[in-house]
């Protein structure tokens, strides 16, 4: 079964690689040339014994060369002439071969890469990121050390036992016959080890994948495991894991290794019995002594090879398990499906509708269960609530990371479904919480969405985002790195960099995703004042915990347990002693008894 797997495995990736055929014929011609010239010395060698031993009766003598010293010239410019072959087309296949490992390492890397963009949110938070940077990065290699020498040793194999066995059984049909004996215990060999080693090096490649996710869950933790003193724990658990890692490629090991041994016993059959019978054949006179030595070599030839064939079943193996994951990847079907073919207005005003929208999420069971909200053109709409009620999915529904179960979302009155994805994220600018930024410098992040903005344009939204001031302080102002996710700089300077660059983008729906956590009182201020004109002729959409930042909302709307329970202006809101109300007397320290108690997750 696994076997089958294996080859299955290489057709699908033929089948991707069709592309790629031209060179593919190129690589394998060289190979059997090269390989063709290989094993001519061998013959060359066997006529030169007749020459020695029949000289003017030789074979060559018969093609019209008279004198045993003509005939060893002759066959030395043809010994010449086939090692320079040889050399040649031995270096056409390495650079053919290794180029076309590249190539296509490359493309694969690369399409798997944009399919995995495809995918929505759900296919991430269901995924480890280090198993997918090992598919992506460790297992294409895979499929390149393969190509770098594998593919070339299956080639010549199978060229070697076809043209071996027909000089063999062009001199001798019963010595072909006695040579060739173990060639079936071979060919079973090889297969039977691949059946048993192929499920040993899928579950090798599932073990790098936990490794890499073990690795890279720890590097990026690195602050939480030394303020929690951890170190001794992670190192352990590392260490379970690499050691599950030493295991499951020991047992492939155990079983590849068992394979040359087994085969060099059967070739030492071979071997013997050609020596044996062919000896005694030319000692009877009824085989040529040329003969009898081009048939020996070639034993050799033919047989030795073969004890590499572990090695290449060992490759083989390895690139068709890291194949299968590779092509897997590409084969899945994203959740949130980019079919939209409508259009946004030529000038989009920004409304935006959530229309009875329910949704829930798979793994918790929470989620919204019939949202109705509008978000009026130019104007600003707040989401309130407590932890996980609900009003971050929202955002993730409008910007479809996900895809809602029921209801439907518009922006300008168009189904944001029916809309190209890329249109629609072109329309909002998203200002996150969990702010990423790229390793490079802030120049290039701010202009990440806009890679042709002006320095004037990036500084004019670094001053509304309140971030100008400390840019001017840092040693290189805008071209300071700030390395791998930002770690060079405070939060809140990454969150004031993360709306400028929203900001810069322009776009006309502006979603704050508690976007002035981070920040000190004094800077959430100065971006308080900025928004008015941050929200001139925008839709913004605010989401916060701190009420203090939405007071001035046009709408707010109180989500509880992933429904709206209350909506109104602050001032009305305020008036109406619910939730909101409680929430506002705690965060400004008036509440007390039942009041303090309506809001309950408060943390």
Not at 226 to 240: G, M, N, V
Not at 244 to 250: C, D, L, M, T
Request: glycine share 8%.
């Amino acid at each position: 079964m696994q076997t089958s797997s294996s080859w299955q495995a290489l057709g699908r990736l033929l089948r991707y690689a069709h592309g790629y055929r031209s060179r593919i014929i190129a690589a394998s011609a060289c190979s059997v040339i090269n390989k063709l010239f290989d094993i001519a010395p061998e013959i060359l060698i066997g006529i030169a014994i007749d020459v020695v031993v029949n000289q003017q009766e030789s074979f060559v003598a018969k093609l019209g060369f008279a004198s045993a010293n003509e005939q060893i010239i002759v066959l030395g410019v043809l010994t010449f002439l086939i090692w320079v072959g040889e050399s040649v087309f031995e270096y056409l296949h390495l650079i053919l071969w290794r180029n076309l490992g590249q190539r296509l390492q490359s493309d694969l890397r690369q399409d798997a890469y944009e399919v995995l963009q495809r995918h929505d949110m759900a296919f991430f938070e269901g995924r480890s990121s280090g198993e997918l940077v090992s598919i992506l990065n460790d297992d294409v290699n895979q499929l390149e050390r393969f190509l770098d020498g594998g593919a070339n040793d299956l080639v010549q194999v199978g060229v070697t036992v076809v043209a071996v066995g027909a000089v063999f059984f062009v001199i001798s049909p019963l010595i072909a016959l006695l040579a060739f004996t173990p060639m079936p215990i071979i060919v079973w060999g090889a297969f039977y080890f691949q059946r048993k080693a192929s499920p040993l090096y899928s579950g090798v490649r599932d073990r790098v994948g936990t490794l890499a996710s073990r690795l890279a869950n720890n590097i990026g933790g690195m602050a939480t495991i030394k303020s929690f003193t951890a170190e001794k724990q992670e190192a352990e658990r590392l260490r379970i894991e690499s050691e599950a890692y030493v295991e499951a490629n020991r047992k492939a090991i155990s079983v590849s290794s068992a394979f040359v041994p087994i085969i060099r016993m059967a070739i030492l059959a071979g071997f013997l019995l050609t020596f044996i019978v062919g000896g005694m054949k030319a000692l009877n006179g009824e085989l040529n002594v040329g003969a009898y030595g081009v048939l020996v070599f070639l034993t050799q030839r033919l047989l030795w090879p073969l004890t590499r064939l572990a090695q290449t079943v060992d490759l083989f193996e390895r690139a068709m398990a890291s194949s299968k994951r590779i092509l897997d990847l590409m084969q899945t079907q994203p959740g949130v499906r980019d079919e939209g073919e409508s259009s946004f207005p030529d000038t989009v005003r920004g409304e935006v509708t959530f229309d009875n929208v329910s949704f829930t999420y798979p793994q918790t069971r929470s989620g919204v269960q019939g949202i109705s909200v509008t978000a009026s053109a130019g104007k600003t709409l707040a989401l309130v609530g407590a932890t996980g009620s609900g009003k971050s999915t929202l955002i993730k529904l409008l910007l479809r990371f996900y895809s809602p179960d029921a209801g439907k979302i518009l922006i300008d009155g168009v189904a944001v479904d029916e809309v190209p994805l890329n249109e629609l994220r072109g329309v909002i600018g998203l200002v996150s919480q969990d702010v990423f930024l790229f390793e490079g410098s802030i120049r290039e992040n701010l202009a990440y969405g806009k890679p042709d903005a002006s320095d004037a344009d990036i500084e004019a939204c670094a001053r509304l985002a309140e971030a100008w001031e400390f840019i001017e302080r840092l040693p290189n102002g805008i071209h300071t790195q700030v390395g791998e996710r930002g770690v060079k700089l405070s939060g809140g300077q990454r969150q004031r960099l993360s709306l400028a660059r929203a900001l810069l983008k322009n776009p006309p729906i502006l979603v704050l995703d508690e976007a002035t956590s981070a920040v000190d009182n004094e800077t959430e201020a100065a971006i308080q004042k900025s928004l008015a004109k941050i929200a001139h002729q925008r839709t913004v959409i605010m989401i916060a915990h701190r009420l203090s930042t939405i007071v001035h909302a046009d709408q707010i709307f109180v989500i509880d347990h992933g429904r709206v329970v209350e909506q109104g202006t602050h001032r009305k809101l305020i008036a109406k002693r619910g939730l909101y109300a409680a929430q506002w007397n705690v965060q400004t320290g008036q509440a007390s008894g039942p009041l303090k108690r309506l809001w309950p997750f408060q943390p």
